[in-house]
């Protein structure tokens, strides 16, 4: 297979190119420097020692040699560093486990004109990568790559979804051409070590330190140099790394361009748009189990558990269903991303999934579908998954031993809580990211107004695009204070300049300010007319009350969060090296702050539905604390065990503050979902 190479890809690759050949001239330059200094420190010490042989000339004479000898040393150590990947987590398999399996992998190995991968691993997520130890040495000479393969993705897509994935990560390694893309990362990886991986270096000169006194001045001044070359080369980095990540865009596009080819534009896009949600699955799975830690509760399959939240979730946003899994349309992934700011990410390797798309529809290459499960591959894909499961949970620590939640239980906890920390379809994702209004009165003179648009989806837009305008601005200020480096960006479909973002920021406010007043209104009429029609219910006080019970939280949320920032600022220097006498100065000064932390806690406490996910330790703890007084530090020494209890208690009182928040705004939200709806029960009655 040959496809054609992009003019965007010959920019952006002589870019790249030219950025690493500016870069070996600098080192070469480096590298001499280096080697005229280590003879010049290696002469002079010999010559030192020859004029006056004493001891003192001789630690001078030896140290002088080592500062050289280090120096030299710092720019050529990447030669014997070796990236070696961690492949704990991974399980190998075989052809002789899943012939299926490796039978597509033969597939897309001769359509991609590619090598076979030495190995192939099952990991835990929903991804698909290949991997490769690589060293200095590996530009020249060839080394084999690895595939890992996600269960979690596996278990989310088609058979056809899969082969094009697998295409895409062959694709990046198909062509002769792309082959430019693994110099410029190996020289990135080289920068990169020599600017930050300097640890083992740092340990080797300290350890020359600490021979002499003598030494240690001459270490002191091979760090210095060493300092310097390393500013120099974490400009260079920066230099190169901005093509580098300019060309893994373009290399991405490429290696899509490659699994289209072998399994089709459309079954690649459908499975790039659902990743996101299979993913959020996934992930949902592992909170659902991190937070039953202190329960023992454990899971016996948790990709089962996957599919199933993952076809629940789709349910909740009304997804439609192809091939037996969600099917996610290209406006419902973005959905709620109304940014107009369109920025060429120079520190991403990836493009947008939109891009990615765009490029996909394109090509519009039509192949013949295999629309099976991908899970049909496996010989017995259901012991796969538990025997992933199983070594997944084998690195959680359980102090009673633990126990498999059964799948129907999990189920229905698992929607309970869902339903517990969500809010009702009813208000169309209105509510998801903001609050009601708490300034809303009421206005005698309210128009009446229909319930559906209040909430309709250009209601619900505005709020997304006012998120975004904010975004938006805090990007272009950046911009315009340049600490965010860019020549050019679009905003709203034109271009500017970076040294034109300044200008934008008076129109961007604008903005906000014009649809803030739309969303006071929207909220001002949705508080009349739940007045109205609580009135008509004869529960108008009962909606008042609680509204204003909401409001009034509110007002003294950012007054009752401020008691946790200064708590974490007053304990900060318990991290530092602090002088005994100021440590118990601070103690002292922090007591009246650990006074109103233990009322606030103690309030909450009394609420049985802020502290129904806490385990039995946790209010065990947060009861002592809160009960006695604690010595955190006496006869020069800490109290670890009490100054956990303390941190512990500290770190608690943001999730009570959220939690009572949260509950408040979710009865509001509730009582004005049973009022609507009750409305609706006498409309047809």
């Not at 590619?114 to 060293?135: C, E, G, H």
Request: charged letters at 25%.
């Amino acid at each position: 297979m040959h496809i054609q190479i992009s003019q965007d890809f010959r920019k952006k690759t002589k870019a790249a190119v030219s950025s690493i050949v500016i870069f070996v001239i600098v080192y070469v330059l480096i590298f001499l420097f280096t080697i005229a200094l280590a003879l010049a420190c290696f002469g002079g010490g010999i010559w030192l020692i020859a004029a006056k042989p004493m001891f003192l000339t001789l630690m001078l004479g030896a140290g002088l040699a080592g500062t050289g000898i280090f120096v030299f040393f710092f720019v050529i150590k990447f030669l014997f560093k070796k990236h070696l990947n961690d492949r704990s987590y991974l399980t190998e398999i075989t052809r002789a486990d899943e012939p299926e399996l490796f039978k597509m992998i033969d597939e897309i190995v001769r359509e991609a004109e590619t090598n076979f991968p030495k190995k192939v691993y099952l990991s835990n997520d929903v991804n698909a990568s290949v991997f490769y130890d690589s060293s200095f040495w590996s530009m020249f000479f060839p080394i084999q790559k690895n595939l890992t393969i996600g269960v979690g993705l596996i278990n989310t897509t088609t058979k056809q979804e899969l082969k094009a994935i697998l295409s895409h990560e062959f694709g990046h390694f198909s062509q002769r051409s792309m082959k430019v893309g693994s110099y410029v990362y190996n020289v990135n990886q080289i920068i990169f070590n020599l600017v930050n991986d300097d640890e083992s270096y740092r340990n080797s000169v300290e350890k020359f330190a600490s021979f002499s006194g003598y030494f240690s001045v001459f270490a002191s001044l091979a760090i210095f140099i060493t300092s310097k070359i390393q500013w120099v080369l974490a400009k260079m980095y920066s230099y190169v790394n901005i093509r580098h990540m300019a060309l893994s865009r373009e290399m991405e596009f490429h290696a899509d361009e490659v699994a289209a080819n072998i399994a089709g534009s459309i079954s690649l896009e459908e499975s790039l748009l659902r990743l996101e949600l299979a993913n959020n699955s996934y992930n949902n799975v592992l909170n659902f189990y991190e937070a039953r830690i202190s329960k023992n509760q454990s899971s016996r399959n948790i990709y089962r558990e996957q599919f199933f939240v993952m076809n629940f979730l789709a349910e909740q946003s009304e997804l439609e269903t192809k091939y037996n899994l969600p099917y996610v349309k290209l406006a419902e992934s973005g959905l709620f991303n109304k940014s107009k700011l369109n920025i060429e990410n120079q520190w991403a390797s990836h493009p947008s999934t939109e891009d990615r798309v765009a490029k996909l529809r394109q090509l519009n290459i039509i192949k013949d579908v295999d629309s099976q499960p991908a899970k049909n591959l496996f010989k017995d894909f259901e012991r796969t998954e538990e025997k992933l499961t199983a070594k997944l949970f084998a690195n959680v620590k359980y102090e009673h031993g633990r126990t498999d939640l059964e799948f129907e239980t999990f189920k229905t906890e698992f929607e309970t809580q869902y339903q517990k920390d969500s809010f009702d379809k009813i208000f169309n994702n209105y509510y998801d990211n903001k609050n009601p209004d708490p300034e809303a009165q009421e206005n005698s003179a309210a128009k009446d107004i229909l319930f559906e648009t209040l909430f309709d989806n250009e209601k619900v837009e505005l709020v997304y695009t006012l998120i975004a305008l904010e975004s938006d601005k805090k990007t272009i200020e950046a911009i315009a204070s340049k600490e965010f480096v860019l020549k050019t960006f679009d905003y709203d479909g034109r271009k500017y300049k970076a040294a034109e973002a300044k200008k934008l920021i008076p129109e961007i406010d604008q903005s906000i300010m014009e649809i803030k007043n739309l969303i006071v209104r929207n909220d001002s009429d949705i508080y009349n007319y739940f007045l109205k029609v609580a009135e008509t219910q004869n529960r108008k006080q009962e909606f008042v009350n609680l509204y204003q019970s909401f409001s009034d939280y509110d007002k003294v949320y950012e007054e009752k969060y401020k008691l946790y920032i200064d708590l974490v600022n007053s304990t900060a220097f318990m991290s530092a090296r602090t002088p005994f006498e100021q440590i118990r100065h601070n103690f002292v000064t922090l007591k009246s702050l650990e006074d109103q932390l233990k009322q606030e806690i103690r309030f909450y406490l009394q609420n049985p539905s802020l502290i129904s996910e806490f385990s039995d330790k946790d209010l065990k703890d947060l009861k002592d604390y809160i009960e006695k007084e604690h010595i955190y530090f006496r006869n020069e020494e800490y109290f670890e065990a009490n100054l956990q209890l303390l941190m512990n208690a500290i770190n608690t009182l943001p999730y009570l503050l959220h939690r009572k928040y949260f509950l408040l705004k979710k009865d509001v939200l509730s009582l004005m979902k049973d009022l609507e709806e009750n409305r609706e029960r006498e409309m047809i009655s």
